[in-house]
């Protein structure tokens, strides 16, 4: 049966003798058979579990975005389900799952939509036979036909594009980024970048692209044994290739790399190590059971791909039933990591700060220096802050420059190299270099910011304490490093003017979806100055302060003199 049917998934099961030859599943939008996967042995799949209700789900942005606010039981993401498989069958159980969101636009309210095996269609939970839409699409099942005779797939993503296989436009582009990235790597690390995950796959099954695969995927072997220094050596590859002049999104588990100005051409690039028990370890995950030990390892060599030639692992077929599992020869499109994956090596996956370093390095390296924010403006028009501006998080100096154009004083911190170079720059530019100096600054370093301070305070003269958008990108421990020694380097007069997310800003929607920032209690943080000494002169919180693109966030702004 169809266990599970919703806007993005299908998840179903077959119960079959254990003998019985791989049996094909086939998804069909009225007439047209879209996509067609093989159902796999295991429990790999076994957990997904019935709907759940709207009302409880908390999905504010997916209900936000349908008509009406409203959502169908059927389009809603699925739920794990118990532990162990629940199937009351005592012959084999084989999973399947095709990702479906890229479907909706070619339907009809009337357009049955079925799961067959021989042409028999599936029992669908909660539905019968054959599930119907609840509204019309912009399109129809006629223009689907048209599309996959054309050569377009139904995705791993669900999505409906043009196959991998044929696209040569992209196959060109994507592989001359792939060599391009490779020689970074090499030039700067010695590490071979190859070919991996669905990429290796279509390498080694079928000499060239799976058509329904949607990116290009490729993976160097670190020299540490240690997930969090193999995460740490990522970072460094981001940065590396940030300055190299490439685009860079940190994942958890991977980099998303760019040419500048080519945001529809991209490869992944992902970082694996064997453990210090000598255990391949894939930050990402593996789908299969088997192992690849040490000693498995040959290094790599090259192979023919469409346009050129790739690396991959001499083990190259050990590699892929560890990655995909002992079926791995079936095309199964509608393989589904999340549903599939059997282990991943958890400790190296990049921490929300790693993937804020290279977010900021990325950002600073590519996005001009903006106007002044109005938390600086609003500071600035203020007679009660001091000329003498320590400008802690500058950035690329958006605020710090400004204070200096307005005739103030500055020191200013940040622990992003490129965004000092750029702070650097742009004060030369803009003739006001004699009244401004930027410096790099590891706010996790308490010595070193000690140290910092110690030589940018300066005797008699007062100082502000600016610190916009820093708070809440910190970590807990790294903020109560930063108000200790604040608090132990100020002096009567000083102040202290912040601006950060506050904990009422956590449900509200979020133009960087990807990379979360932490929400700071404001209470707890005005409560700890006052307790050192300082006295609130400005102390508000609400919307409309700070927007950005489609965000509006909840923001605490403070202003302290030191008593």
Same mark, same amino acid.
């Given at each position: 049966?169809?266990?599970? &049917?919703?806007?993005?998934?299908?998840?179903?099961?077959?119960?079959?003798?254990?003998?019985?030859?791989?049996?094909?599943?086939?998804?069909?939008?009225?007439?047209?058979?879209?996509?067609?996967?093989?159902?796999?042995?295991?429990?790999?799949?076994?957990?997904?579990?019935?709907?759940?209700?709207?009302?409880?789900?908390?999905?504010?942005?997916?209900?936000?975005?349908?008509?009406?606010?409203?959502?169908?039981?059927?389009?809603?993401?699925?739920?794990? /389900?118990?532990?162990?498989?629940?199937?009351?069958?005592?012959?084999?159980?084989?999973?399947?799952?095709?990702?479906?969101?890229?479907?909706?636009?070619?339907?009809?309210?009337?357009?049955?939509?079925?799961?067959?095996?021989? /042409? @028999?269609?599936?029992?669908?939970?909660?539905?019968?036979?054959?599930?119907?839409?609840?509204?019309?699409?912009?399109?129809?099942?006629?223009?689907?036909?048209? +599309?996959?005779?054309?050569?377009?797939?139904?995705?791993? &993503?669900?999505?409906?594009?043009?196959?991998?296989?044929?696209?040569?436009?992209?196959?060109?582009?994507?592989?001359? +980024?792939?060599?391009?990235?490779?020689? #970074?790597?090499?030039?700067?690390?010695?590490?071979?970048?190859?070919? @991996?995950?669905?990429?290796?796959?279509? %390498? @080694?099954?079928?000499?060239?692209?799976? /058509?329904?695969?949607?990116?290009?995927? %490729?993976?160097?072997?670190?020299?540490?044994?240690?997930?969090?220094?193999?995460?740490?050596?990522? =970072?460094? #590859?981001?940065?590396?290739?940030?300055?190299?002049?490439?685009?860079?999104?940190?994942?958890?588990?991977?980099?998303?790399?760019?040419?500048?100005?080519?945001?529809?051409?991209?490869?992944?690039?992902?970082?694996?190590?064997?453990?210090?028990?000598?255990?391949?370890?894939?930050?990402?995950?593996?789908?299969?059971?088997?192992? #690849?030990?040490?000693?498995?390892?040959?290094?790599?060599?090259?192979?023919?791909?469409?346009?050129?030639?790739?690396?991959?692992?001499?083990?190259?077929?050990?590699?892929?039933?560890?990655?995909?599992?002992?079926?791995?020869?079936?095309?199964?499109?509608?393989?589904?990591?999340?549903?599939?994956?059997?282990?991943?090596?958890?400790?190296?996956?990049?921490?929300?700060?790693?993937?804020?370093?290279?977010?900021?390095?990325?950002?600073?390296?590519?996005?001009?220096?903006?106007?002044?924010?109005?938390?600086?403006?609003?500071?600035?028009?203020?007679?009660?802050?001091?000329?003498?501006?320590?400008?802690?998080?500058?950035?690329?100096?958006?605020?710090?420059?400004?204070?200096?154009?307005?005739?103030?004083? =500055?020191?200013? +911190?940040?622990?992003?190299?490129?965004?000092?170079?750029?702070?650097?720059?742009?004060?030369?530019?803009?003739?006001?270099?004699?009244?401004?100096? =930027?410096?790099?600054?590891?706010?996790?370093?308490?010595?070193? +910011?000690?140290?910092?301070?110690?030589?940018?305070?300066?005797?008699?003269?007062?100082?502000?304490?600016?610190?916009?958008?820093?708070?809440h990108s910190l970590d807990e421990k790294a903020q109560a490093v930063l108000l200790e020694v604040i608090a132990e380097r100020a002096r009567p007069e000083d102040v202290l003017a912040a601006e950060f997310r506050t904990t009422g800003d956590a449900q509200r929607p979020k133009h960087q979806r990807l990379l979360r920032p932490r929400f700071v209690d404001g209470d707890a943080v005005v409560a700890e100055l006052v307790g050192a000494g300082f006295e609130p002169l400005l102390d508000e919180e609400g919307v409309g302060l700070s927007p950005y693109h489609d965000e509006d966030p909840l923001l605490r702004r403070v202003i302290m003199r030191r008593r």
């Open positions: 049966m169809v266990e599970h &049917f919703s806007r993005r998934l299908v998840v179903g099961w077959l119960s079959v003798p254990a003998d019985v030859d791989p049996i094909r599943v086939t998804l069909h939008v009225g007439k047209v058979a879209v996509s067609s996967t093989f159902a796999t042995p295991g429990a790999a799949m076994s957990a997904p579990a019935g709907h759940r209700d709207a009302a409880s789900s908390g999905d504010v942005e997916e209900a936000a975005s349908s008509p009406a606010g409203t959502l169908h039981p059927w389009q809603l993401p699925n739920l794990p /389900g118990p532990a162990g498989d629940r199937r009351n069958s005592g012959r084999q159980i084989r999973t399947f799952s095709f990702a479906v969101r890229g479907i909706w636009p070619y339907v009809k309210r009337s357009t049955r939509i079925t799961v067959k095996v021989d /042409g @028999v269609p599936l029992p669908i939970a909660g539905h019968g036979m054959f599930l119907l839409p609840p509204r019309n699409g912009k399109q129809s099942p006629a223009r689907l036909r048209e +599309l996959l005779d054309a050569g377009h797939v139904l995705t791993q &993503f669900g999505t409906v594009e043009l196959a991998k296989s044929r696209d040569h436009a992209w196959q060109a582009s994507v592989l001359g +980024l792939y060599h391009e990235v490779r020689e #970074v790597l090499a030039d700067t690390f010695g590490h071979e970048l190859f070919l @991996v995950g669905g990429t290796l796959l279509g %390498a @080694v099954r079928e000499g060239g692209y799976i /058509g329904h695969d949607v990116d290009f995927d %490729a993976a160097y072997l670190s020299r540490h044994t240690r997930g969090a220094d193999a995460a740490d050596e990522l =970072v460094q #590859v981001a940065v590396a290739l940030i300055r190299a002049g490439y685009v860079v999104d940190a994942r958890q588990t991977c980099l998303h790399v760019q040419r500048v100005g080519e945001p529809d051409i991209r490869i992944d690039v992902f970082h694996v190590y064997f453990d210090e028990d000598g255990l391949f370890a894939f930050p990402w995950g593996v789908a299969g059971t088997s192992t #690849v030990r040490r000693e498995d390892w040959q290094g790599t060599r090259r192979t023919p791909f469409p346009g050129g030639w790739g690396l991959i692992p001499d083990n190259a077929e050990q590699m892929v039933e560890h990655l995909y599992g002992a079926d791995w020869r079936l095309p199964k499109p509608g393989f589904n990591w999340n549903l599939e994956r059997t282990a991943y090596a958890a400790e190296g996956r990049l921490t929300d700060d790693q993937r804020g370093i290279v977010h900021w390095e990325s950002r600073y390296a590519y996005h001009d220096v903006d106007d002044p924010s109005s938390f600086c403006r609003l500071v600035d028009q203020r007679p009660d802050t001091p000329a003498a501006v320590l400008d802690l998080g500058c950035g690329d100096g958006r605020d710090a420059i400004a204070f200096a154009a307005a005739g103030r004083s =500055v020191s200013a +911190l940040d622990r992003s190299e490129l965004g000092v170079q750029r702070a650097r720059l742009t004060a030369d530019q803009l003739g006001v270099s004699d009244r401004v100096s =930027v410096q790099v600054c590891d706010f996790h370093d308490p010595a070193g +910011l000690h140290r910092l301070l110690d030589g940018e305070l300066r005797d008699g003269e007062p100082v502000l304490f600016y610190l916009r958008f820093l708070l």
